[in-house]
């Protein structure tokens, strides 16, 4: 259902032409022999040439390509072959756009400074758009709801807060972000016993005292502290403001640790660190 009609059931496909969809392609898509402004207005149908002409540069200038109407494809760039392809889509002002990975073969630096234009784009025109990407970074910060595929099904719908936060089971937790899933023990609903520690948790109400679980820890759970846990460092993965370290625990767990970038130790060496879960994410056996 789209806006309250049915495109698709058993038996019974409503026409593509007449979805009122938008579509934006991971490669733009764009009509090699067309330029800016007659690709925009290739898919408005039903109106005058003066009125498409109209709408056509109005998106253009929507997209920050007013000057760019007489240019062809092979004479842009790939981010503006992409805003093109937006402004398309657009044009016929859509019920739903439809986006599949349209940054995937753009730079890292461009493909974030487009995908911040192109979001704020879509919410000016207020048009629900829903985007595939197998870059998670890139969903946490362009949609508003995250959903989590696995075997052709929505495992999980949500905020990217709650998504990451919040995982329904192992397999989102373990297929969202980094971590690691540390075998536990719940003493009472205010303790649990993992790697050999007592941690002082708020164990949610459903998990029985005494049950055998599975504790979820972020790289930003594990902080490093004066007087606590000795930790050996395995791995470091530098990542520009901050370094996740994999570290090994007394009793030989391995956890990971994002800490800043200015703060900087070396593989072999020992920290001591402590473990504070703020989101205490647990899955019973």
Not at 31 to 38: G, M, Q
Not at 150 to 161: C, F, K, N, V
Not at 257 to 264: D, G
Request: charged share 20%; aromatic share 6%; hydrophobic share 45%.
């Amino acid at each position: 259902l789209v806006a309250g009609d049915t495109l698709s059931r058993a038996g019974y496909t409503y026409p593509a032409e007449r979805r009122k969809i938008g579509m934006v392609f991971q490669d733009a898509a764009l009509l090699p022999h067309l330029d800016a402004l007659r690709n925009v207005a290739f898919g408005l149908h039903g109106i005058d040439a003066a009125e498409r002409e109209t709408r056509a540069r109005e998106m253009l200038v929507v997209v920050g390509l007013a000057d760019a109407a007489t240019r062809f494809p092979h004479e842009m760039s790939g981010g503006q072959q992409q805003r093109v392809a937006l402004a398309r889509a657009l044009a016929p002002r859509p019920q739903l756009l439809l986006l599949d990975e349209p940054f995937a073969n753009l730079d890292a630096g461009l493909r974030d400074r487009l995908g911040a234009d192109i979001r704020t784009i879509i919410k000016q025109q207020g048009v629900t758009a829903l985007m595939v990407t197998h870059d998670q970074l890139e969903a946490f910060t362009l949609g508003d709801y995250v959903g989590v595929m696995r075997d052709g099904t929505i495992a999980q719908w949500g905020t990217p807060h709650e998504v990451y936060h919040q995982p329904v089971d192992r397999y989102v937790a373990d297929f969202v972000g980094r971590g690691v899933l540390l075998p536990a023990r719940v003493l009472d609903y205010e303790r649990l016993e993992v790697a050999g520690m007592e941690l002082k948790l708020a164990i949610p109400p459903e998990i029985d005292p005494g049950s055998d679980a599975e504790l979820l820890l972020r790289p930003d759970d594990v902080v490093p502290m004066s007087g606590g846990i000795p930790a050996e460092i395995v791995q470091r993965s530098f990542l520009g403001p901050t370094i996740v370290y994999a570290l090994r625990l007394p009793g030989g767990e391995q956890v990971l640790s994002s800490i800043p970038a200015h703060q900087t130790y070396a593989e072999g060496s020992t920290i001591e660190v402590d473990i504070r879960p703020v989101h205490v994410v647990l899955f019973t056996k």
